[in-house]
């Protein structure tokens, strides 16, 4: 660990391209030390190997040497498999559990990509590192979180086969867990909002952008701030969950007309909260959506989404804040790019600031 430590700290403070050198030398002096680690029966479950792998691969994420995301993912794959290996209840305090926490996140968010549950979604893993600790608001938004990526598949999924009764009654039955867990994360947000007087705020802006115009005007003038930086990553996150989610309602509905479930009266919501959960007419599942802001949020997440990202490039938080925002900017783009409307102007402003991420200390940006 102590080579991987010494290869990030390196790269960190080399601002003048002087100390590269030797950040990779650390950096691969830290991959032989690890191999050796991992050789050994008794290191190979170490903590210290674990965060060594993990310290590797962010490494990769913020340098990138080889310009690909390949080195990246075999890390994060690397500590995934080493993850397994030791079990939940290995993960309950100290590094060990710290790293582990790392490593949440980072399989949310390859989830979207890969469109799988991921094991981590498991009661073993949501509840066995806790067992002697409560869970943070934080850790709670990102167990609804780890939800997400299996609903996308089922949302594929259900998209995807020919509209007969049985096919429209599961993409039904996935709605209806969209909406049981749209509504968790809105209570969620009902608690997490009084933890502090004012969770966010807007400022005018100080960036610029090549997308603002004399006609058309800043495409973002307001940029938000936040009572502290550990705020400002939670709501950033949150409004990508939120983004997700009323994306995918908005898509999975839009494809289930009513002219086609007319022969589907109810079916069990087996996902919904237990006092939802008596059988469901298909008009009560349009009545939702059709009377709420679903159409809208997906849109308006992902504006706020872009809204944040200056906050994350302020001098102190170095390279760290940039490698917090791409993926919520990759997110917004993904969803923005799949909508009927024209969003060229916001894609072009997306793109613009992943080519500020890379300079700001996220080189795998440049080969997203």
């Known amino acids: 660990m102590e080579y991987a430590i010494l290869a990030l700290s390196t790269a960190a403070f080399d601002e003048d391209g002087a100390l590269g050198g030797q950040s990779l030398k650390l950096y691969t ?22 965060a060594a792998c993990v310290l590797l691969g962010m490494f990769e994420f913020s340098e990138c040497p080889g310009r690909t995301v390949s080195a990246y993912m075999r890390h994060y794959q690397g500590a995934m498999a080493l993850l397994q290996l030791r079990g939940p209840k290995q993960h309950i305090g100290g590094l060990a559990h710290d790293v582990f926490q790392v490593l949440r996140m980072h399989t949310a968010f390859q989830g979207l990509g890969q469109g799988l549950a991921s094991q981590l979604a ?11 600790k409560s869970k943070t608001m934080h850790d709670l938004l990102v167990d609804i979180f780890l939800q997400v990526p299996g609903l996308l598949s089922e949302v594929r999924a259900a998209t995807s086969l020919q509209p007969r009764q049985s096919s429209l009654t599961t993409g039904l039955k996935t709605l209806s867990a969209l909406l049981a867990l749209n509504s968790q994360l809105n209570e969620w947000f009902e608690s997490y909002q009084y933890t502090y007087p004012t969770i966010y705020w807007p400022q005018l802006s100080a960036a610029s952008s090549s997308t603002d115009s004399e006609e058309l005007g800043r495409l973002y003038p307001v940029s938000f701030h936040f009572p502290s930086y550990y705020v400002a990553e939670t709501m950033i996150l949150y409004w990508t969950v939120q983004t997700l989610i009323h994306a995918s309602i908005c898509s999975l ?3 289930l007309p009513s002219s086609e479930t007319k022969g589907i009266t109810t079916f069990e919501g087996d996902n919904l909260p237990a006092k939802d959960n008596d059988d469901m007419s298909l008009a009560d599942i349009q009545h939702i959506v059709e009377t709420s802001d679903f159409m809208l949020w997906p849109e308006t997440s992902a504006r ?23 993926s919520p900017i990759l997110v917004v783009k993904a969803c923005l790019s799949r ?30």
């Open 29 to 50: 002096r830290g991959l032989y030390e690890l191999q050796k680690a991992i050789d050994d029966p008794k290191m190979r479950l170490d903590d210290q190997t674990l």
């Open 122 to 132: 498991k009661s073993a893993w949501m509840e066995g590192p806790w067992i002697s």
């Open 253 to 255: 509905s839009s494809r």
């Open 304 to 326: 706020y989404i872009c809204q944040s990202v200056e906050y994350f490039f302020q001098q102190e938080f170095r390279g760290i804040g940039a490698g917090v925002v791409l």
């Open 339 to 368: 909508s009927a409307r024209d969003f060229s102007r916001e894609i072009a402003w997306i793109d613009e600031t992943i080519g500020r991420i890379q300079y700001n200390g996220a080189g795998l940006a440049a080969c997203v």
